[in-house]
């Protein structure tokens, strides 16, 4: 499975998606609707209309990867936002993934290191 590494980031693509696409049509949303570099490393995830499949594009150093799901039973529940793309923790891609509806989730406040510590210039 996935293993977060370090400051990874993650995109859903908000916009329904035609998940016959595989490599090469994926990596083209990539670059052409969210404006990102595909081969980046980082994790970008698609919908399907229905939301019973998502498949999530990323590229590791040997090449594409494509991880995909789909429920017998449910949707896949995400918060609505404007716009053609959405940032994800780690967190919040596991919770979709697990089914857990994040419109619902209570969040609270954490403690998280200032911007400047966080990525070690002083």
């Known amino acids: 499975m996935l293993i977060p590494e370090g400051q990874l980031r993650i995109w859903l693509y908000v916009p329904p ?23 980046s490393g980082q994790l ?19 090449g594409y990867c494509v991880w995909a799901k789909r429920l017998e039973q449910g949707r896949f529940h995400s918060e609505p936002v404007r716009g053609e793309k959405q940032r994800l923790s780690w967190t919040e891609l596991q919770c979709i993934l697990e089914g857990i509806d994040t419109r619902s989730v209570r969040r609270f406040k954490r403690f998280s290191l200032p911007a400047e ?3 070690g210039v002083s």
């Open 44 to 62: 970008f995830v698609f919908l399907n209309r229905r939301r019973t499949q998502v498949r999530i594009l990323y590229f590791d150093r040997s």
């Open 17 to 39: 998606t035609d998940l016959r696409k595989s490599f090469d049509g994926l990596s083209a949303l990539v670059r052409t609707k969210l404006q990102e570099e595909p081969l």
């Open 117 to 119: 510590k966080a990525h």
